[in-house]
């Protein structure tokens, strides 16, 4: 069953989620807190929807100060019925760099519209290059 962004909201007003461990570990170890990432939920934007995990990707900021926002990203498992769990947040290295080649693919496949984005996350896994070695194991 595929959900869109705003039925998993409705989820959050009703204050039908759960953080997880892992979430919870990680808002620990960065620096923000639940209300940060139920600010994500609420407020922040669909970055990728993963149907066969039945998950979405989320991009929500921190407002650390008034010129001064943390992009935060929000894993959600929507698998079960009228609940939400957050799987894991964190704090990406590299937030603007979310768009994959097949995402980019998928885009030009729609003409520019977003709302068609659906996400094959078992891709060809990443093979090393053949001249790859070891540093000091020749």
Do not use: C
């Not at 603007?96 to 520019?112: D, T």
């Amino acid at each position: 069953m595929r959900r869109t962004l705003e039925d998993l909201q409705d989820l959050i007003w009703g204050g039908r989620y759960s953080v997880k461990l892992h979430a919870a570990q990680h808002a620990r170890a960065e620096g923000f807190t639940e209300s940060d990432i139920v600010e994500t939920l609420l407020n922040g934007r669909e970055l990728a929807v993963y149907p066969q995990d039945q998950r979405m990707l989320l991009l929500g900021y921190i407002n650390v100060s008034k010129h001064l926002k943390i992009p935060l990203h929000v894993v959600v498992d929507y698998s079960p019925y009228r609940w939400v769990d957050v799987v894991t947040a964190y704090i990406p290295d590299q937030p603007y760099r979310v768009i994959s080649r097949e995402r980019v693919a998928i885009l030009i496949s729609n003409h520019g519209r977003y709302s068609e984005r659906v996400i094959n996350p078992r891709a060809q896994p990443r093979q090393r290059p053949r001249a790859w070695r070891l540093k000091g194991s020749y």
